[in-house]
């Protein structure tokens, strides 16, 4: 039976300790909008119940950069489901370890996958409970079935170990995180790691829609939560590596994202 949770951030029993990492003074940006995005995120195996479960929800699959086919929606046409999955779509099936960036001045592409190889090889594979369809704000996503602290200390340590690459925010992308209602913690963590929930305001959370009206959001919980059912991706999650993606282009120009390369832990 799926369970539908309808919350923005819960509690974390899972608290994650972030005393010994040091705080840095905020950096210009040198960077430019064309310049690629990266990000380290976790990717369910490509051949698992679960990747072809949020790839076909999201109509597109990050590793072979094609299209997904969309499943049978008895609810919705194939245009307007393309529609509402429009922004998890650009970036991929995915859960956020390290959020985007662009790379700062003096680090490259080379330098960042082998500090990607270093970091899957010094840690080891796990499981946690599993998965499911959780509503987080307007829009619907996976997330744990219950707290997952191994999980967590794997978000913490890649936010840290790969702050080194990460070119600081334009003036404009600090303004539009801004807008949204961040407690003074979360506006301490946007200047100091680029991304306001990581650390103790880490949720992890695979996105399947963007945000969806009171017209749509009751249809598309009941499509979602068939289709889960259905899907065989219901057992524990494991996590046994992560994965580098990268966005080619503007951010605001409707490139996606691309799954470019794989580590596995412990190799």
């Known amino acids: 039976m799926t369970t539908i949770l309808n919350d923005v951030r819960p509690t974390d029993a899972g608290r994650i300790d972030t005393l010994a990492i040091e705080p840095a ?7 430019r909008p064309s310049d690629p995005r990266y990000a ?28 997904a ?57 796990f499981a946690c409970a599993g998965v499911m369809l959780a509503s987080i704000g307007r829009f619907f996503a ?9 999980l967590n200390r794997l978000a913490a340590g890649a936010v840290a170990a790969f702050d080194d690459f990460r070119a600081p925010m334009t003036e404009a992308e600090r303004e539009r995180r801004l807008r949204a209602p961040l407690t003074e913690r979360q506006k301490d ?34 499509e979602l939560a068939q289709l889960f059912a259905q899907s065989g991706a219901d057992g524990p999650l494991i996590v046994g590596g992560i994965a580098l993606y990268r966005q080619d282009g503007r951010a605001d120009g409707g490139e996606r994202f691309r799954l470019i390369e794989r580590y596995a832990f412990g190799s």
């Not at 306001?196 to 963007?210: A, I």
């Open 189 to 222: 963590y946007l200047g100091r790691w680029g991304y306001p929930y990581v650390l103790d305001d880490f949720r992890f959370h695979m996105t399947l829609t963007g945000p969806l009206d009171d017209a749509d959001r009751a249809a598309a919980e009941e």
């Open 25 to 31: 003074e905020p950096r210009r940006s040198e960077t």
């Open 69 to 125: 086919p969309l499943p049978a929606l008895s609810r919705f046409t194939p245009e307007r489901w393309r529609d509402l999955t429009a922004e998890p779509r650009r970036y991929g099936f995915h859960g956020t370890l390290k959020a985007p960036f662009r790379l700062a001045p003096g680090k490259d592409e080379a330098d960042l996958r082998a500090v990607c190889a270093r970091f899957a090889a010094d840690r080891a594979s």
């Open 40 to 67: 380290i995120y976790f990717a369910p195996p490509a051949k698992s119940p679960l990747w072809r479960f949020g790839s076909s929800v999201i109509g597109y699959d990050a590793e072979t950069g094609r299209e």
């Open 142 to 150: 996976l997330k744990t079935v219950s707290t997952c602290s191994a």
